[in-house]
């Protein structure tokens, strides 16, 4: 077959360059006449993917499958001051440094011919540019089926029916929206999706670009999510492109060696008996918040393993500044509290996810609901109670609770930064249901989809078709 390049660019977020740089190690293993470029865009504050980049980058040397270019930071006059208010804001700058990186390679006798650009949801404003150099684009949603469904569709809502969706904001509306079989409160939807201040006219402009792509690649596969993939592959007809469910892509090697101690720890546990809390990159809470935690826990009575982060000063303006472990978690945990639950519990900073969820101990996951996080507890069999705080986890969790039974609530609503205070008693309930009653049952579903959702990558598998079947489509276009 004849040799072709992909042009990756996911957005400068850990969660989203993990995701497409495995999706771009599957390919390229999988294929190998083709090769990937994967552009990491400048930003002024730091990476937490730098060390995973450095480890990806070491093990395909050799095989020249997959090469890496850091873009230099744009250029930029002393009077245009960072603005992080919209993903453009953040895309815009690097296009020429992009540009740049593509006649460079286009250049170079020793590379393949560029076959297209793969950009990241986030990142449409990148289709403008594989259109000016006459290359095909193609989206990489790192979320799932349903989320994909709900963005189109508020999308065709704006521009076609001309709806203000920011009247959500604040209802106790329950919307009818294809991909969802029940019917969706306005309170899970994505912050971004109903932002008076801006933030829906960004995030529907990028929905919209989505349309104008050769085909849309989405981290799901069909035995997780099959009702809201047959809706959106029912909806051909109305401009979306080809969609391709080739999930669960996953980096199930995270660190377990730099969590030697934690690991061990849990060696010493009975089987499926820890509840582990860990929030995502930025997940943290206030004082206060973290003693209703510490009080829900000591009232289940259950063992657990919690990632406890100390939230970034709130004075630090234009930047994302990340949670930090604490050097004495004591200072905001209740007096006494690690002397009481020396026997069955233990509080941590940083956790190697992926190495917890796939130790025999871990019965339960109190989670954020990235969707990452999802995909990883699934792969698992480790069933969630649900916690999330900001993007589209709140959709996610509405999901795994109501429409997939495969977790339970503690909140489906919660969001972070707003005030609202979960009590010691919702979240020893949520405990209990995820670890004792209701948690047999869906530990059972969980079980059984584990089952599934591993086969879809592997041969004749659903998701390995349609990777088959995108890549198909790249050698034609």
């Not at 937490?48 to 095989?63: E, L, P, R």
């Not at 990148?126 to 189109?152: I, N, Q, R, T």
């Not at 249901?433 to 584990?450: A, P, Q, S, Y």
């Amino acid at each position: 077959m004849k040799k072709a390049e992909l042009m990756f660019i996911p957005f400068p977020a850990v969660g989203h360059i993990v995701s497409m740089v495995e999706i771009a190690k599957l390919l390229t293993h999988r294929y190998p006449h083709l090769s990937a470029t994967v552009l990491i865009i400048h930003t002024p504050f730091p990476s937490m993917a730098d060390s995973y980049i450095k480890s990806v980058s070491a093990a395909s040397t050799g095989h020249g499958g997959i090469k890496f270019l850091n873009l230099p930071p744009p250029q930029q006059t002393p009077d245009d001051p960072p603005a992080y208010k919209s993903f453009d804001a953040i895309v815009s700058p690097s296009i020429p440094n992009v540009r740049a990186a593509v006649a460079e390679l286009s250049a170079s006798p020793d590379s393949a011919p560029v076959a297209g650009f793969v950009v990241d949801m986030l990142c449409t404003l990148m289709m403008d540019l594989a259109k000016e150099l006459g290359l095909p684009s193609y989206v990489f949603f790192p979320s799932g089926a349903a989320v994909l469904g709900l963005v189109l569709h508020f999308q065709t809502l704006r521009d076609d029916h001309h709806r203000d969706i920011t009247e959500l904001v604040n209802s106790d509306a329950e919307l009818i929206i294809p991909g969802f079989a029940n019917p969706v409160p306005a309170s899970v939807l994505p912050f971004a999706g109903v932002d008076k201040d801006g933030g829906t006219t960004a995030f529907l402009n990028s929905a919209k670009r989505f349309r104008e792509s050769k085909g849309i690649l989405v981290n799901t596969c069909v035995e997780l999510e099959s009702y809201p993939i047959n809706t959106l592959n029912t909806n051909i007809t109305d401009g979306t492109p080809p969609i391709y469910p080739v999930g669960p892509i996953l980096n199930l090697t995270d660190g377990a060696q730099k969590g030697s101690s934690i690991m061990s720890w849990l060696d010493d546990q009975p089987p499926s008996s820890i509840v582990f809390l860990c929030f995502g990159s930025m997940g943290s809470f206030n004082v206060n918040q973290v003693r209703e935690i510490a009080l829900g826990l000591e009232l289940s009575g259950h063992r657990f393993l919690w990632s406890l982060r100390r939230s970034p000063p709130s004075t630090v303006k234009n930047k994302i500044v990340f949670p930090t472990d604490y050097d004495n978690p004591e200072e905001v945990l209740p007096e006494g509290f690690l002397e009481r639950t020396a026997g069955i519990g233990k509080v941590i900073g940083w956790a190697p996810q992926v190495a917890v969820l796939a130790h025999r101990a871990v019965g339960g996951f109190v989670s954020h609901c990235g969707w990452n996080s999802i995909l990883e507890s699934m792969w698992y069999g480790v069933p969630i109670a649900t916690w999330p705080m900001y993007a589209e986890q709140q959709l996610n969790a509405f999901a795994m609770v109501r429409e997939l039974g495969l977790g339970v609530e503690i909140r489906i609503d919660y969001k972070k930064d707003s005030g609202d205070l979960v009590s010691a008693n919702e979240i020893e309930k949520g405990i209990r249901r995820v670890m004792e009653g209701d948690g047999e049952v869906i530990r059972k579903n969980v079980k059984e989809m584990r089952e599934k959702i591993r086969k879809a990558p592997t041969r004749d598998g659903s998701s390995y078709i349609s990777l088959g079947q995108f890549i198909e489509q790249v050698m034609c276009d």
